[in-house]
Every structure is written in structure tokens, then in C-alpha cells.
């Protein structure tokens, strides 16, 4: 075996971007400890998903569906390790790679989907606490990946602001908003009748009124979820960024796989939750968060600590091992 390590996962418009970026913060952590690394796969419809990778010189080679030539691939190109992280993958990938005589790790969220591996990763918060049919699992927050760009920020800490402030509001749907409920969102928040300055993040432009700008997808996203009062978001890869920084979040869901995760953070009291449409409900707890200082940072201080930023160490050595 050899210490290069790729990575198999798809990016864009109807995948999201999620997958692309828990792996990238994988590989900043290899390529710290002078591990070469290439991702493998597809990213289509996002320019700034494409710009996750050209940006931090992660080369980025077009993989073969079927998994005998990905195995043939991943020998070719002398790699050690294949890190999968895909719903879409056929269900024998694994068992190909490790036939060829590659180690896998399978990151996934909760429900393998038939994939073998010698070592599986699922950062889902209270995912030790559940049954798992496969083999040797990294399970919970302890393992959550995070990029550099997160682990760079702080969130100041704050008192409470003096009643009558503004508060600073951030709503993201990932790196595409592939489901297309940023403008939604936008609109429930305006409902809330509540003063606020709102930041939406849409690859799509839309009219919002005065209280809220619109940016399109932007590196400097973990910079304003630092500054924000309160996010808006779905139960995605970006709320484990969330936890670290210790920010308020109402979160909803805007596909299946996130509703474990959903329901784990909001039962917990780590996040408010919104449901999975902007309602008149959700407009409810939006306007109760806006209007109550205490209220949205007694979320963020109950998710403070959670994720400690160490995940990708932990991961990157368990992977290492493999080698």
C-alpha cells in the first residue's frame, strides 16, 4: 500500500455540496501531515464548490460509475485509502476497492447503504448511541470534520444585547440551496413583523426588501455565522459548524437524510426547530427568537463544546492506521 488517499464523492446542483465539504476538511487535515491526496468524482451547476478544491489545490479527476474500473482507477493512480462519501454510489464500491487491496473508509449518515469498509465515519450527533449493522464505526460529534476556515473563527463572546437591538440574522441552505427554499425562508422571516438585518445566501437572486441582502454563495461564509445573532439553515453539514462556534440556530430540513439529525439537535434543546416548511408556526418561533436575546443564546450556549474542532485529527488517525 501506498499513503496517497482519494476521494470518491459528487458535488452540485441536485446533489449539494455537503459531501465535498466535510471531505475537503479530511484533506486539509492529510495534506497537513504530508499525505498526497485526489478527489474523484464529479462537480456540476456550483462555481463555488469547484472553487472549494481549485482554491486549496485539490486536483479533481472524473470517476468511472462502475466499481471494478474505480478500483482499476485507484490502482492506477497508487492510492492506499478511497474515502467514499456518496448516496449514490452502486452498492459494491467498497467491496471492489478492498478486493483490489485498497482500505475504505465510509462516511455516512446513519444507514450504510450496502457499502463495505474497513472503517466507517458517522459525525451525526448521538450516532454512538444508535444500532449499527456494519463493522468498525467512528460514531458522533467527536469525529465531526471541520475545514480550516471554520477552525479559524471565533464567536466573540457576547452579553445579551440591550433590549431593542437588531439583531444580525444569517440564512443558508448549503453551498446550492438545492431544495430552492432560501427565498421561502426569506419571506418567513420578513412575517415575523420583528426588526432584524438579514443575510441570505442564494445562488439564485431575488428581491427581499430593505432588511435583508442577498450574496451569492461565499467563502466567507463561517465569517458571518462568527457574527450572526441567529442562523437560519437546514439540519445539514453546516450545523456541526454552528455547534463549534456556539451560534443560535432555527433549523428545518429540506431532505430525508436530515431528519435524524434535525430531530437529535432540536430534541436536545441545541437548536430551535422551525419543521420542514415556513409556516405560521415557524414564523412563531422566528419572531420568539428575534425578539428574545436569551432565548436564542441559551441554543447556542447549549451547543457550545459539542463539536471541540479536533474531529479530523481523530479521523485522520484512525484512517492513517489503515495504511
Known sequence: MTGRVGFRCDAGVGRGVGHLVRCVALAEELRARGVDVVFLGAVDGSEWARAQLR????????????????????????????????????EGTGTALRNAGLAVLAIVDGDPLGQAADLYLDQNLGAERRPFPAGRRLAGARYVLLRDSVLRCTRAPRELRRAGAV??????FGGTDSAGVASAWAEALLATGVPFEGTVVSPEPFAAGDAITVIPPTDRLPELMATADLVVTAAGSAIWELLHLGVP????????????????????????????????????????????????????????????????ERVGDALLQLL
Do not use: K
Not at 167 to 172: A, D, E, G, Q
Not at 264 to 290: C, F, H, Q, S, Y
Open 55 to 90: 482554491d486549496r489545490g485539490l486536483p479533481l479527476l472524473e470517476a468511472p460509475r462502475a466499481p471494478a474500473r474505480l478500483a482499476v482507477l485507484a490502482r492506477e493512480l497508487r492510492l492506499g485509502a478511497v474515502v467514499l462519501d456518496s448516496y449514490d454510489l452502486p
Open 167 to 172: 439583531p444580525r440574522v444569517l440564512c443558508f
Open 249 to 312: 440556530a432555527a433549523l428545518t430540513w429540506v431532505a430525508g437524510n436530515q431528519l435524524i439529525g434535525y430531530e437529535e439537535l432540536v430534541g436536545r434543546g441545541v437548536a430551535a426547530g422551525l419543521g420542514n416548511t415556513p409556516d405560521a408556526r415557524a414564523v412563531g418561533t422566528l419572531a420568539r427568537l428575534l425578539a428574545d436575546p436569551a432565548a436564542r443564546e441559551e441554543h447556542g450556549r447549549r451547543g457550545r463544546g459539542l463539536v471541540d474542532g479536533r474531529g479530523r
